[in-house]
């Protein structure tokens, strides 16, 4: 056969990119005459999936797991961190900014002009209390749920501080009264609460014990101030660190909501703005 022919003949032959054959035809049973570092020649087992041919890097779908993750980080404020911190969250969305310097809430009331406390508005507000702390403090004793004795003698308790309290004022001359509207109605409610729903009653335990320890130091603080010429009540004094007492609590709150459904984590954040109603009304008393 001559040159010319041949070349003929060659030239007739399509080139591999006129085939429209499919990259998976490469393969070692199809020798190719083409450098052997070209990228161009890697099988590829999913033609559809789009790359980049120069870097071959693949993009790799969210995972529905991750996804749902994200989601539930992005609806539970605080929820990385353990319930408590969900907790907190909630309870500071209903915090005024002049309360709290992370409060949400606006307030709703004029600022009184004077705050003028009254010892026996103050006594009211001492004997209320103490009965909300002896119910709160016989349930967790009685334990008609298990996890309630997780928060036995943890060191929070205020039952007994204030009724050393009571008898000082006492014998200074004051007349003790008996427990009114605000208090035997919370005392009432939590009684019932803590048969049958241990997910509210927590709730209405961790805002109790939590907030005075906070806010419910300040208020004792003024109030001793203005009217106990500077006076520490048994009331605002705890045995050992109350930094370490709060977060042993919290660790016990967490362990105990570990168990939780997430509908159950939920229905004990919606009983938030109930303790708060509940606390306000004692609070008020302080200034009748």
């Not at 006129?18 to 020649?41: D, E, R």
């Not at 050393?164 to 035997?184: C, M, N, V």
Request: proline share 5%.
């Amino acid at each position: 056969m001559n040159t010319q022919l041949f070349a003929s003949r060659m030239s007739s032959i399509p080139s591999i990119s006129q085939t429209h054959l499919p990259l998976t035809f490469l393969t070692k049973t199809h020798v190719i005459s083409t450098p052997k570092s070209s990228k161009f020649m890697t099988p590829i087992s999913n033609p559809s999936q789009k790359f980049n041919l120069f870097g071959l890097k693949f993009k790799k779908p969210a995972t529905a797991a991750a996804a749902a993750e994200t989601a539930a980080v992005k609806r539970y404020p605080g929820e990385g961190k353990g319930f408590v911190e969900e907790m907190r969250f909630v309870a500071m969305k209903l915090h005024t900014k002049d309360q709290a310097k992370e409060g949400e809430k606006e307030a709703q009331e004029k600022p009184l002009v004077k705050w003028e406390p009254s010892v026996e508005g103050y006594l009211r507000f001492l004997v209320d209390s103490k009965l909300v702390y002896d119910t709160l403090e016989k349930i967790v004793d009685k334990a008609d749920f298990p996890e309630y004795a997780e928060f036995r003698n943890t060191g929070l308790e205020r039952a007994e501080s204030l009724a050393k309290d009571l008898a000082w004022f006492e014998e200074q001359g004051y007349s003790i009264p008996e427990p009114s509207a605000p208090g035997l109605n919370y005392s009432a409610y939590v009684e019932e609460l803590s048969k049958k729903d241990p997910q509210a009653f927590i709730c209405h335990f961790y805002n109790t014990y939590f907030a005075h320890s906070a806010g419910g130091r300040m208020i004792g603080k003024k109030v001793a101030e203005k009217i106990l010429n500077g006076k520490e009540l048994e009331f605002y004094k705890w045995d050992g660190d109350l930094s370490q007492l709060l977060q042993n609590v919290r660790d016990k709150l967490n362990k105990v909501a570990e168990n939780w459904t997430r509908e159950e984590k939920n229905h004990c954040l919606e009983e938030t703005e109930k303790s708060f109603k509940f606390s306000g009304e004692i609070l008020r008393l302080i200034l009748s």
